[in-house]
């Protein structure tokens, strides 16, 4: 589609002359003679450039431009003017034109401006619609649900996103705590910055000191040119380190180093650099319980756990499924456009709701994916979902007629309890009448079967 302009002056022969000539170089253009016409189609149609003549009669070209600024911003102005008058053409440019062009100038000159003006400002709008794109990507508005334990979550990252202690994540495989991390940093200060992610136990040891520190060239066999470590690059952002649990005592120790004193060391130099690093760590495993069997770092536990977010398991909040469900429907949707799927079935989720997902918010995404690829209908009914959730749903409440051990009974009654209560240790226990630590006990037991 050829660029929208619209040419405006007094003289209307003048104004049509140009509006041809642009016209025969790829342009749809138009000539007025009016301002008071200009404005009106600069709010009523999409306009991509407006040139418009600096002296005329009533509303004039600087006037003219304020009005475009406000009905149509992302409208390239350009402004024609006589040499007599060049001090108020370069006004017209602190007031946001994009360039001015003085009388007698040749077409080739103007369609060279107007081309010019025309890509910057697409390419404003492009860069605009990517920074809100990526940060609706990356904010609070991915954290669905509204639930009160999602509530407390969303509450807490809004009151500690700009703080720069650490912040531990805590929760179960795949409940969101990686999202969880891209919220902190792009509801805080540090948005405009990198935000850097490593997982802890996928490399070993010395592959991940490199990874974290950098290295310098000779450092160890192989190491033929200089590394950036992940530090370096997050420096001015956030450094999430997921799975943390998993690192290694001597690498929790330079962790720990880092953290106290802000300073990092590449493998195999001599020399400190100074980074500025908002770390969020993340893990499924109980840091405590590691502590206890010496292999996490208590002082470490301590530097970390300043500001701690317990991110609750899908079980724990059912009534945030069908948010979570119409949010991942429709941004599968987004991705396979030539599906069926429209919508998830009252049936269908009455068994989602009634299913235990120990794979959390990671399994129901995946599964919404496919039931939108495999799909042949609008509205997914119970038959397309696994047999083996339907069973659940149906077993629901019931021991099947089975006589259970009394840690069985207790195990499933603190879950249930757990769920109904909104993933609330502290109330829950309570009601129960039984300790945290008790508590903590059953729950682990749950936890444990459903994965």
């Known amino acids: 589609m050829a660029p929208r302009v ?8 003048m104004a049509e002359m140009l509006a041809e000539g642009l ?4 342009f749809d253009a138009a000539a007025i003679a009016s301002s008071g016409e200009a404005a009106r189609r600069l709010a009523e149609e999409q306009v991509d450039a407006l040139v418009t003549d600096l002296r005329m009669p009533g509303v004039d070209g600087l006037e003219l431009l304020s009005i475009a600024r406000r009905v149509a911003p992302d409208c390239a102005v350009l402004v024609m003017t006589a040499y007599s008058t060049i001090d108020t053409a370069i006004e017209s440019i602190r007031r946001g034109a994009y360039h001015y062009v003085t009388k007698p100038f040749k077409l080739d000159e103007l369609a060279v401006f107007v ?4 890509d910057e400002v697409r390419l404003r709008r492009d860069a605009v619609r990517l920074k809100r794109a990526l940060k609706e990507r990356s904010s609070l508005g991915n954290l669905v649900g509204r639930s009160r334990a999602m509530q407390d979550v969303q509450s807490l990252v809004l009151r500690v996103a700009d703080a720069r202690a650490p912040v531990l994540l805590l929760g179960e495989t795949g409940t969101g705590k990686g999202v969880v991390a891209r919220a902190l940093h792009a509801e805080g200060s540090r948005a ?3 935000f850097v992610t490593v997982n802890c136990a996928a490399l070993p040891e010395s592959l991940l000191e490199s990874e974290l520190f950098g290295h310098v060239k000779g450092a160890f066999s192989g190491a033929t040119a200089r590394r950036v470590g992940l530090f370096e690059e997050a420096n001015g952002g956030s450094l999430l380190l997921d799975e943390i649990g998993e690192m290694t005592p001597a690498l929790q120790a330079k962790l720990l180093d880092v953290l106290e004193r802000s300073v990092i060391r590449a493998v195999g130099s001599s020399k400190e650099s100074a980074v500025d690093v908002r770390v969020i760590a993340a893990t499924h495993r109980d840091l405590r319980e590691l502590v206890g069997t010496g292999a996490f770092r208590q002082d470490l536990l301590y530097r970390l756990e300043v500001v701690t977010i317990d991110v609750p398991a899908l079980r724990h909040r059912p009534d945030d499924i069908p948010l979570l469900v119409e949010h991942f429907l429709q941004q599968s949707r987004a991705r396979h456009p030539r599906s069926a799927v429209e919508r998830i079935g009252p049936e269908a989720m009455r068994v989602m709701l009634a ?4 794979g959390n918010v990671r399994e129901l995404e995946n599964a919404v994916e496919r039931l939108v690829l495999l799909g042949a209908r609008p509205e997914v009914g119970r038959d397309e979902l696994p047999a083996a959730w339907t069973a659940e749903r149906e077993a629901a409440l019931s021991f099947g007629g089975a006589v259970l051990p009394m840690r069985e009974m207790q195990r499933q009654y603190a879950a249930w309890a757990f769920d109904q209560l909104g993933g609330r240790k502290q109330r829950t226990a309570d009601a129960l009448g039984v300790d945290l630590k008790t508590l903590g006990r059953w729950l682990r037991d749950d936890d444990d079967k459903a994965r």
């Open 6 to 13: 619209l040419i405006v002056d007094d003289e209307l022969s």
């Open 23 to 26: 016209a025969e170089r790829g």
């Open 115 to 118: 081309e010019r003006a025309i």
């Open 192 to 194: 405009a910055g990198p």
């Open 355 to 358: 299913h235990r997902w120990p």
